[in-house]
């Protein structure tokens, strides 16, 4: 369960100030919100479900969904965040879901298929289709991300000393059924990381918040409310196509001296949302 639940810190992926820029753009984000529906949602431990309206604000790829509580004399305002259906479908497996306290919002932990890649995100759509999961089936999921930080990756090189290196090759010819003493290498052993696809957890609290290692392609300018962000693919898992999977990352301009280059390598931390695919 979610120590904290709320969307300041995902609103930092866009803005280096939460409170100013609401103060600035709340309004306008919800005048221009277009209604999509009126959902019943069911509830634990309560005999009626909630009404709840949703607005959707933007004409991005990054959109804002607003949430509003609606009870018989007005209408409350409860979830603003991040929303995007420019995302990657990816057929992912429900392993586990937590759900956060007023019940229509939650955190989904999956995994992939082919290579049993394991990270969660958040469901943008979960007031909606929360009744449709069960746990340990499969479903389509469009994903995307945005940044709390990054910039291109410090190393892309790592030099072994010579005991690791020799324990590295006789650990190798031992897995491909070569029991004999490696030959003598030229010493030191240099790995390239500029291809290296890393993904892992910031926190067991917050499964959808994960460090990241990863070549980006298509790099493209996007923005939101007046924020300028790059919009670029990395790889959350990499394999031989079609396993590989890559989600766009949204990532403010100001991280970067540049713009990014197509397969350099960058790092960093990034917030993973997305939402049912029917």
């Keep these: 369960m979610n120590k904290e639940q709320g969307h300041g810190d995902h609103w930092n992926t866009i803005t280096d100030g ?26 634990k431990r309560r005999k009626n479900p909630k009404q709840i ?80 999961y069960k746990k340990g089936k499969r479903y389509k999921f469009m994903l995307s991300a945005l940044a709390y930080n990054c910039g291109s990756a410090q190393q892309e090189s790592i030099t072994l000393d010579e005991e690791t290196s020799n324990k590295l090759a006789n650990d190798f010819n031992k897995v491909n059924g070569n029991q ?23 926190s067991m609290d917050y499964p959808d918040d994960l460090q990241f290692v990863s070549p980006v392609s298509n790099v493209k300018l996007s923005s939101f409310a007046g924020m300028d962000l790059y919009k670029m693919n990395i790889y959350i898992s990499r394999d031989e196509e079609p396993k590989e999977i890559k989600i766009p990352l949204y990532a403010k301009q100001s991280f970067f001296t540049r713009e990014p280059k197509t397969n350099e390598s960058i790092s960093g931390v990034m917030w993973i949302f997305g939402h049912l695919v029917e």
């Design 180 to 202: 004999e003493e490696c030959e003598e290498l030229e010493k030191p052993i240099t790995l390239d990381m500029s291809n290296l696809v890393a993904l892992f957890p910031c």
């Design 53 to 132: 309206l949703s607005l959707l604000s933007g004409e991005d790829d990054i959109k804002a969904l607003v949430l509003n509580e609606v009870k018989k004399d007005k209408v409350i305002l409860s979830s603003l965040y991040p929303y995007s259906d420019k995302g990657t479908v990816v057929e992912l497996d429900l392993e586990y879901i937590n759900e956060w306290s007023n019940g229509y919002e939650a955190t989904l932990d999956v995994s992939t298929p082919s290579e049993g890649v394991c990270f969660g995100f958040f469901d943008t759509m979960y007031f909606k289709n929360k009744d449709k």
């Design 18 to 43: 939460v409170e100013s820029f609401m103060e600035e753009n709340l309004a306008d984000i919800i005048a221009k919100g277009k209604p999509q529906e009126i959902v019943d949602v069911k509830l």
